[in-house]
């Protein structure tokens, strides 16, 4: 009988539809940092995944978010496969002290699990031998306390905005090491139709921005495009690229 690969014996949590992926190189540093999965100086492109049957390597595709304001990380493995798990117990499969007892230990019956997703059943979560299933319950535990505003269904394509300036600040792009200027917005409305209230947002103080000579309380209007890319806990959106910016002035 051939050996089953290391890969297969992997008890994937497959992430259920469409995930979030990074926006770009500062994105997945920002939110791997957030996770705490690596350092600004030690930015990682792969990570160590360890279960009592498999050890290797494994890449950050993206991640889950949810309305509690809760990230699952979506991983991928070398043959391709994706799986969910809680960003904290992925930075304790980062220890060298992780899973001895495990690894050392005969390989588990992971192979019929494996089995039953490749044929699309889904394995119960809550299954005592993978330890997976125990991160989902914490995130549950917590999602009583948060109190996150629900996720905007934002528009794919650059449109045109109002808003009024709200402060000129500083924001670190840990992928340079340094500040960048950006811009605080508030009442931040989408004006093309269909119209969407975006609230509070931010964008980067940009050369063109800049030429503008604005000033805290002045009502613009421009074009740009929405992103889900957070400031801060307060400040969910980003628009990226404002351009025809205009000053809007009262009759």
């Known amino acids: 009988m051939a050996e089953t690969p290391a890969e297969e ?62 990230d699952t990380v979506v991983v991928e493995f070398e043959n391709g496969k994706l799986s969910c798990i809680h960003p904290s117990y992925l930075k304790e499969m980062q220890s060298s002290n992780f899973g001895k007892e495990l690894l050392s230990g005969p390989v588990t019956d992971m192979t019929a699990i494996s089995s039953e997703n490749e044929k699309g059943t ?14 989902p319950k914490k995130a549950k535990t917590k999602s009583k306390k948060a109190t996150a505003k629900p996720k905007l269904d934002l528009p794919a394509e650059k449109v045109h905005f109002n808003a009024t300036v709200k402060e000129f600040t500083a924001k670190m792009n840990h992928f340079t ?63 990226n690229n404002p351009s025809k910016l205009v000053k809007r002035v009262e009759a």
């Open 9 to 70: 014996l992997i008890h994937c949590i497959v992430p259920k539809g469409e995930f979030i992926t990074f926006d770009d190189d500062e994105d997945y540093i920002s939110k791997g940092l957030e996770w705490k999965l690596f350092t600004a100086r030690s930015v990682k492109r792969e990570l160590v995944y360890k279960s009592g049957s498999y050890q290797g390597k494994v890449k950050l595709a993206g991640y889950e978010q949810y309305g509690n304001g809760l």
């Open 122 to 135: 889904e394995a119960p979560i809550s299954q005592p031998s993978d330890p997976l299933s125990e991160e």
């Open 177 to 239: 090491g340094e500040e960048d200027e950006v811009i605080l917005l508030s009442n931040v409305k989408v004006t093309t139709e269909p119209e969407l209230s975006i609230g509070d947002a931010w964008c980067g103080y940009s050369k063109t921005l800049k030429k503008a000579e604005l000033s805290i309380g002045d009502e613009i209007e421009f074009d740009g495009k929405v992103v889900d890319k957070k400031y801060d806990k307060e400040i969910r959106y980003k628009v």
